[in-house]
């Protein structure tokens, strides 16, 4: 059985930081292509950043671009996201998902084959 935990969400004020986990069972993490998504109240699921299976190639939204950092350990079973600067746009949901692909990462939340249950990020203003 497949499971994606996250953790690290939470309440911080704009400018601030937080590093948020994902920590992956049940597959063969290093063959997967892992990425964070998020969704605001009323807005649509919306892609942040991606990671190749080696972390050789990242990918981010331009809205967090400079900003986030997605990185991976694949001998943890874990993929990160450190959200520096963070603004009250950045409020939401966050999930970690997975893709069985070993050639780059997608963008696009259709081809996700596991999903963790979201943590939830506040950025107060």
């Known amino acids: 059985q497949v499971q994606l935990v996250e953790s690290g969400g939470g309440l911080v004020q704009a400018g601030g930081s937080l590093r948020l986990s994902c920590a992956a069972s049940?597959?063969?993490?290093?063959?997967?292509?892992m990425a964070w998504f998020r969704q605001a109240p009323g807005k649509e699921r919306e892609f942040v950043a991606a990671i190749r299976w080696s972390g050789g190639n990242t990918y981010y939204a331009d809205s967090v671009k400079g900003r986030f950092t997605i990185s991976r350990n694949n001998a943890k079973n874990t993929v990160y996201l450190q959200m520096n600067s963070l603004k009250p746009e950045d409020t939401a949901v966050y999930y970690c998902a997975a893709d069985r692909r070993t050639i780059g990462a997608s963008t696009a939340w259709a081809v996700y084959d596991y999903w963790g249950q979201g943590t939830q990020v506040t950025v107060s203003s």
């Open positions: 049940g597959l063969t993490f290093s063959g997967y292509a």
